[in-house]
């Protein structure tokens, strides 16, 4: 199992929302074929087909936990990550 798919697991649980790193969330994003544009500490990631975009900020070093959920309910609409 890649690390990503070990992410998305952990999203989906939603037990550790306030425990997932900021550059592991990113990273997962990109993975999944977002893109991404930096402005100050906001970064917004956007995907060809998906409505929403998602605008995440870290908090230290983890993601903010509201913006995990976020995440979560996109991963799920659009069922991304289950093709791997």
Do not use: P, W
């Amino acid at each position: 199992m890649s690390k990503h798919q070990k992410l998305i697991q952990q999203i989906l649980s939603g037990r550790a929302d306030a425990n997932i790193r900021f550059d592991d969330l990113r990273g997962l994003l990109i993975h999944l074929g977002f893109s991404e544009r930096t402005r100050g500490s906001h970064h917004h990631f956007r995907k060809a087909g998906l409505e929403e975009k998602l605008n995440l900020q870290c908090d230290g070093n983890k993601a903010k936990a509201y913006q995990v959920k976020q995440v979560r309910a996109v991963i799920l609409k659009y069922q991304l990550g289950a093709d791997e």
